[in-house]
């Protein structure tokens, strides 16, 4: 049974100030509490139905880890989705690790993603097309945030994030690296012969596009051609378009 | 100022019942209701701002509506919107066209759609790209629901959607149409040679993907090629993918 401070704190880890004093965050629902369990992620504590328990019970008893058993109420009740029969898990926040970008790999680099939906799509995106990190501006919203989890679908797990000023990462790049900008007057990608030494790919906020002050270090200034109407893209759906041009060239 | 009664009105307007009833629908905020006031669709009253209403002078003027001038507050008590500092307007729900498609144009079909931020998305992603008209299965969620409107930018004022089982819509296209279906295990769309006289793509639910009922109507069994460990992308995502790998052979 979930006593009333365990659902308290898993609660109060639905906000950001929390989240950071205690360095924790939660993963929830079925599926990606049990892809959670089968990784290597560090996991401090789980909720779990009975039925949950019974379906994953050698990946359960793998982690040496407390198990609180507890019904789908409880778990709806104290977590943030709008219903869950399954499980919650206390899982530790990753150490940002400040990671130099292999050879050939691909970054996606995000100017201000104000919404979690967003980024937690752009973290799928990115795991479906092999890139090897997201890199965000310190205004991005938080990682751990649960609408961002829920949203990757567990592409957590496997894409590490990096959270530092843009221009600082910039700089850093070993000199010749190519830095793709998503604008609206680049070159059309469907023209585009990308680097085949890999790069990094730059949205702006969709409001806003990129920020001036980063502009300088885009060596290629790229488009998605529009055939219609529409004004502009979701940067998630901005973001899928230019991996896939680029990954149809160098897969 | 907004009356108690026209509030109630405007809230009614976010369930899928009154909409039904009275065949109306919200449009929410600056661009969006700017967007609808300098387009030819059928608006029913306008609940704004003075500072939106001045801004926007010739364009109310040019449409013989009723226009209420109220505050932010009132606005944001009576809409969906988290806050709206400018309009609301109370537009007629357009008449379900059932258009055979032209030659050469694209069609959207889409099974099962039940998240309203998907099927926003999916209008704006067909506005981008040209395609001619959006057909989706009735079970899928409300057009008229505010989470679409919002979501879709403005979209749905340029993309006609229709509503009907879709097999009836397959069963009544000419013969020799292309139906590209979208599968886990179909072609890549990185080698596929679209028809250049059009088509339909067809996309499923990202938990049940295409029904089997309507795989007999498919010509071209099709797959975005993943490069990395996610399962699965998003809907609208996985639509964008496959209009662009199209329009890039056949603009």
Redesign the interface.
């Known amino acids: 049974m979930l006593s009333k401070n365990q659902a308290k704190n898993i609660r109060a880890l639905q906000r950001k100030k929390t989240r950071r004093e205690t360095g924790l965050f939660l993963v929830e629902g079925e599926k990606i509490v049990a892809e959670l369990l089968a990784s290597t992620w560090n996991i401090h504590s789980l909720y779990a139905t009975t039925t949950f328990l019974a379906a994953h019970q050698a990946l359960v008893l793998a982690r040496n880890i407390p198990v609180v058993e507890c019904s789908a109420k409880a778990l709806t009740a104290a977590g943030s989705l709008v219903t869950n029969n399954a499980a919650i898990a206390v899982a530790h926040q990753a150490a940002t690790t400040h990671q130099t970008p292999s050879a050939n790999a691909w970054t996606l680099a995000l100017d201000d993603i104000n919404d979690p ?1 967003n980024l937690g ?1 752009l973290l ?8 090897e990190q997201l890199v965000c501006s310190p205004t991005t919203v938080d990682l751990y945030n649960p609408k961002v989890i829920n949203a990757s ?3 957590f797990l ?1 894409v590490p994030v990096q959270q530092l000023p843009l221009s600082e990462y910039f700089q850093h790049l070993p000199s010749g690296s190519n830095i793709y900008g998503a604008y609206l007057d680049g070159q059309s990608i ?1 023209q585009l012969a990308p680097s085949n030494s890999g790069g990094v790919i730059l949205l702006g906020s969709e409001a806003h596009g990129i920020n001036a002050a980063l502009s300088d270090y885009v060596t290629h200034k790229i488009t ?11 940067v ?2 901005a973001a ?2 230019i991996c ?2 680029i ?2 060239l160098h ?1």
């Open positions: 939906g799509s799928r995106i990115a795991d479906w097309y092999g890139i679908k567990g592409s496997r469907h998605i051609p529009a055939f219609g109407a529409a004004e502009s893209l979701n998630a759906v899928a378009i896939d041009n990954k149809r897969p």
